[in-house]
């Protein structure tokens, strides 16, 4: 048996990240915001075929609107009109007559384009023929051509911002992050006031990692929409992961003032003050949590995890049970519940939620790592080695694995391997 090791390497039961508002929106759990102009139920799947089109679209607007310094929608040239317009027939093709399709904003920016052109330098027919303007009705002699769509009455620079909003919301959607957000920067410089695109840009940096240029983003829109709570809380993401945990605790603090039932940001705060040894207010956080959003698989892992920091393991595996079944694919969940059971001296248990977590996830060292372990306690010690093996293939600069290794195999008497590992370490 290993001797002088009597818990679980400290690493391995940490606490969920925090969470991002997810806003119910066009797809699953999507945490962007969508404007009032495109809001189907779902999206099909998109090849990335189309994606590559899109992020070509983007840059060929992107350098069309470079045009003006004033950031005003330019005029089309003649070359301009005949890209313009086969864009407008891939667009009719794609959107047809619905008007929930996420790419109608720009159908309709590009037939405002087209518009704009033809109104300056498209004959009329009554021009060119004048005898037609005595046949005409009254009516119709004043125009004698269809406007190409039903454009909404707003400016030009309106309707460009929302076709580059569109565009942004669907390349996050594909995972497009930096060419999302380079659409919804344009979005944000010919509508200032459009916060919904300063706050979409803000979850893409977040995710990003890009968490400085987050704040700013999140700054403009609780400028401009003071009590949206949602931008609050995810602010208080960038802030913390910036390692500003006061300014994260206020953004948390400040969300749920504004919507007394936010689960994300009741698991936020918990999370924090678990993190800082505020335990029991942190379960009671997290208890808030689940009462706000039934079936909220974090705020049951990190309440679990925080009832272990309080020695209470008993709650603990009653909450990681939960969460199994609420997320049964989850090798987060298995490992943690597999790490508690293990530092309950359930150890044959522990090893199969290890060996469920290994299944679910085969690049997990950590799960190798600790499985190895409890092999070990177990008096499995080659079991164990193997395992150490798999680890160190995975990870191989972590000396807790190789120190791990050299114990088992000093169990078997390889006492030479054993010191060599070691003093190689």
Known sequence: ???????????????????????????????????GTSQPVGLPPYAESDYHWLVAVLDKLIEFMRRDENHNVPELTENDYDWVHALLVELVGAVGESETHPLRPLM???????????????????????????????ETASKSKQPISNIPQLRDTELAANAFFSIGYLLYQGSRRENAISAYEKASVLAPDFWEASYNCGIARNDLGQYKKAVTDFDKVIALNANL????????????????????MNDFN??????????EAYYNRGTMKSEFGHYEEAITDFNQAITSKSGFVGAYHNRGTTWLRLDRHDLALVDFDRAIKLEPNSAEIYFTRGCVKGSSGQHKSALVDFDKAIELDPNSAKAYTVRGYTKARLGEHQAAI??????????????EIYYYRAIAKNELGQHDDAILVVHQD
């Open 108 to 138: 309709e920016f590009v037939c405002q384009l087209i518009d704009n052109y033809e109104d300056k330098y498209v004959p009329e027919l009554t021009e060119l023929f004048p005898e037609l303007a005595k046949e005409a009705p009254i």
């Open 1 to 35: 048996m290993l001797t002088g090791i009597q818990t679980v390497p400290k690493v391995i039961l940490p606490l969920g990240a925090l969470k991002i508002r997810s806003i119910p929106q066009l797809l699953d759990n999507s945490k962007l915001l969508q404007t």
């Open 229 to 248: 709570a949602d931008a609050h809380c995810n602010r208080g993401v960038a802030h913390f992961n910036l390692g500003q945990p006061t300014e994260a």
């Open 386 to 399: 193997d395992d150490f093996d798999k680890a160190i293939k995975l990870e191989s600069n972590s000396a």
């Open 254 to 263: 400040r969300a749920i003032e504004l919507d007394p039932d936010f689960a």
